[in-house]
């Protein structure tokens, strides 16, 4: 099975921050990574799909890139309602995996 | 839009079968792939497997030996099963559809949309 290892596990940040979070897989995945954010108690909402495609609805301060084995979330002006829990998750192969989370908490 | 609402017990004695179904309301189950996903408390996802609207199934390995999903088009819903639970099955199971288009040569997947989530303890 594919790992996927974020980086940090945790993060402080104040409003405002620009913040960057980081998602490396045990092996090449092309580009078939998405990102989710998950409140507590809701279930995951889907940001980002194919490492870069933001979703529908999703403000443009958020991004994501990366390709291969190395790939970041990038929140360029952190709003209140962006403290959250962040999962990277792979689409290459079988079992579907997710990172370990990065939660994101208000400094 | 499509909505997804997980239904069953709450609570599974150690041994016994937890037996789940989500209801797929607002569009139809069909020509879709559905997927059950879980989240022990306090800690991350795992994906248990997915289900195509024709019987189709892939599970994770890690519980291939215990899972069943299963679909009923008729009713719009899709099911999990999974057999000889302990405490360490205890968790918030969700289903989402595993949306994935294909443009351009490319197929592009995702979880879209999830239900509610359910919490499901096992305990005697």
């Known amino acids: 099975a594919i790992q996927l290892t974020q980086s940090p596990s945790s993060l402080s940040a104040s409003v405002g921050d620009r913040v960057t979070i980081t998602c490396r897989a045990s092996q090449g995945i092309s580009s078939a990574l998405a990102w989710y954010q998950q409140k507590p108690g809701k279930a995951p909402k889907l940001l980002i799909y194919?490492?870069?495609s933001l979703e529908s609805g999703v403000p443009s301060r958020f991004s994501g890139s990366g390709s291969g084995t190395d790939f970041t979330l990038t929140i360029s002006s952190l709003q209140p309602e962006d403290f959250a829990t962040y999962y990277c998750?792979?689409?290459?192969?079988?079992?579907?995996?997710f990172g370990q989370g990065t939660r994101l908490e208000i400094k | 839009q499509v909505q997804l609402q997980e239904s069953g017990p709450g609570l599974v004695k150690p041994s016994e079968t937890l037996s789940l179904t989500c209801t797929v309301s607002?569009?139809?189950?069909?020509?879709?792939?559905w997927s059950w996903i879980r989240q022990p408390p306090g800690k991350g996802l795992e994906w248990i497997g997915y289900i195509y609207y024709s019987g189709s199934t892939n599970y994770n390995p890690s519980l291939k030996s215990r899972v069943t999903i299963s679909v009923d088009t008729s009713k719009n819903q899709f099911s999990l099963k999974l057999s000889s639970v302990t405490a360490a099955d205890t968790a918030v199971y969700y289903c989402?559809?595993?949306?994935?288009?294909?443009?351009?040569?490319?197929?592009?997947?995702?979880?879209?949309?999830w239900g509610q989530g359910t919490l499901v303890t096992v305990s005697s």
């Open positions: 989402a559809r595993d949306t994935r288009i294909v443009a351009t040569g490319m197929t592009y997947n995702w979880f879209d949309p």
């Open positions: 998750q792979q689409f290459n192969s079988y079992p579907r995996t």
């Open positions: 194919d490492a870069s």
């Open positions: 607002g569009g139809s189950i069909s020509s879709y792939y």
